[in-house]
C-alpha cells in the first residue's frame, strides 16, 4: 500500500479520483502494486483542467489497456490517468477515420471493415488502445500506425490542446517520438475504399496467424523486445540463446513464441523483469546484440 499523506493537493475535477488502486488487475501481466491515485476524466475539457491546475510535482502516466507494460511491484506514486468512453469514439469523414485514444484496436479494425474501408486490418491483432499504439508506432504482418496516420491531437503536460501532422512526429519503427509528457487524445487515418468480404479475409488470415503462432491465452505482455535493425528477428536470437522455455519463479519465456514472457500463476514484476534482464544478457553474450525492451516497464 502506498502512504497517501505525500499526495499532493489535486484540482477539482468533473471526473472522479480512485486512491490506492492495485494496477495488477489493470495489466495484462496481472502484476504490479497499486497506484497512488487515479484520475478518469470526464471529458476532454476536465483532462486540460486537472493537467494546467494539477501540481508541478506530480508525475502524471497515462494507461490505457495495459497490455503492454510491466509496472513494479511497488506500485507508481503520482497519478495514473485512464481515458474513458469519452474518448473512445470513432467518425468517418469520407476515406478518413476519425479515432478517439481510447479505442481498442482489435475494435477499431473491425469497423472500419464494416464500412469497407482497408488500411488497418493490422490492427487487430495488437491488443491496446490506439493511443498506445500512436505512442509506439504499434505495428504487425509488414504494417505500421504511421503508415495511415494523419494527424494527431494531445494534450500538453500544461492543459494546451494541440493537433501536429503525422510526418512531423517522424516516426520510426517502434517509436512515436511524442513529446514528452503529452497524452494522445485524437488522430485520424487514410484508409482505402475496399469490399467489405475482401477485408474480412485478411482479417481472418490475421487472427489465425496470431493464434497459432501467440501464446495469447496466457498472462503476457505482447512482444517483449524489439526487433534489432539489419532485419533480425529478436525470437530467433532468443531461441538461439536457448532461452525458450526458460523459467524464473513463475516467469516464464514462452515456449509457443519465445520473445512473449508468461505470468504462469503468481509471478512478480521483478520476476519478470528479472527473466527480461537475464535474456537481454544471454543474447547479447552470445550475438554482442543487446535486444532492446518494447514492454514499457513503469515504477
Not at 139 to 147: I, L, Q, T
Not at 199 to 208: E, G, K, P, R, Y
Request: aromatic share 8%; proline share 6%.
Amino acid at each position: 500500500m502506498i502512504k497517501l499523506s505525500s499526495l499532493p493537493s489535486l484540482p477539482a475535477v468533473r471526473g472522479r479520483y480512485e486512491f490506492d488502486v492495485p494496477l495488477s488487475q489493470s495489466t495484462w501481466f496481472r502484476v504490479g502494486g497499486p497506484a497512488e491515485v487515479i484520475f478518469k476524466p470526464a471529458d476532454l475539457e476536465d483532462l486540460c483542467q486537472f493537467l494546467s491546475q494539477k501540481p508541478s510535482n506530480l508525475s502524471c502516466y497515462p494507461l490505457g489497456a495495459g497490455s503492454n507494460v510491466l509496472v513494479a511491484d511497488a506500485g507508481l506514486p503520482g497519478c495514473v490517468i485512464r481515458l474513458g468512453r469519452t474518448f473512445a469514439t470513432i467518425e468517418q469523414q469520407g476515406n478518413l477515420v476519425i479515432l478517439g485514444a481510447g479505442c481498442l484496436d482489435r475494435t477499431v479494425a473491425l469497423t472500419t471493415c464494416q464500412w469497407a474501408l482497408s488500411g488497418l486490418e493490422f490492427l487487430v491483432g495488437i491488443p491496446g488502445t490506439i493511443g498506445g499504439a500512436i505512442a509506439m508506432n504499434a505495428g504487425a504482418y509488414g504494417h505500421e500506425v504511421k503508415d495511415r496516420l494523419q494527424w494527431v491531437e494531445w494534450v500538453t503536460p500544461q492543459g494546451k490542446v494541440e493537433r501536429i501532422a503525422a510526418h512531423a512526429l517522424n516516426m520510426t519503427y517502434r517509436e512515436g517520438h511524442l513529446p514528452e509528457g503529452v497524452i494522445v487524445t485524437k488522430a485520424a487515418f487514410l484508409c482505402d475504399p475496399k469490399p467489405s468480404p475482401d477485408i474480412q479475409l485478411t482479417l481472418d488470415a490475421f487472427l489465425s496467424e496470431r493464434e497459432k503462432s501467440q501464446p495469447i491465452r496466457g498472462r503476457t505482455g505482447g512482444s517483449t523486445f524489439k526487433n534489432p535493425p539489419d532485419g533480425l528477428k529478436a525470437w530467433q536470437l532468443i531461441d538461439q540463446a536457448g532461452c525458450r522455455g526458460l523459467k524464473i519463479g513463475d516467469a516464464q519465456v514462452s515456449e509457443k513464441h519465445c520473445n512473449f514472457l508468461l505470468n504462469l500463476d503468481a509471478a512478480s514484476a521483478a520476476d519478470l523483469e528479472q527473466l527480461g534482464n537475464t535474456v537481454q544478457k544471454r543474447v547479447y553474450d552470445q550475438t554482442g546484440i543487446m535486444l532492446e525492451w518494447e514492454i514499457i516497464r513503469l515504477g
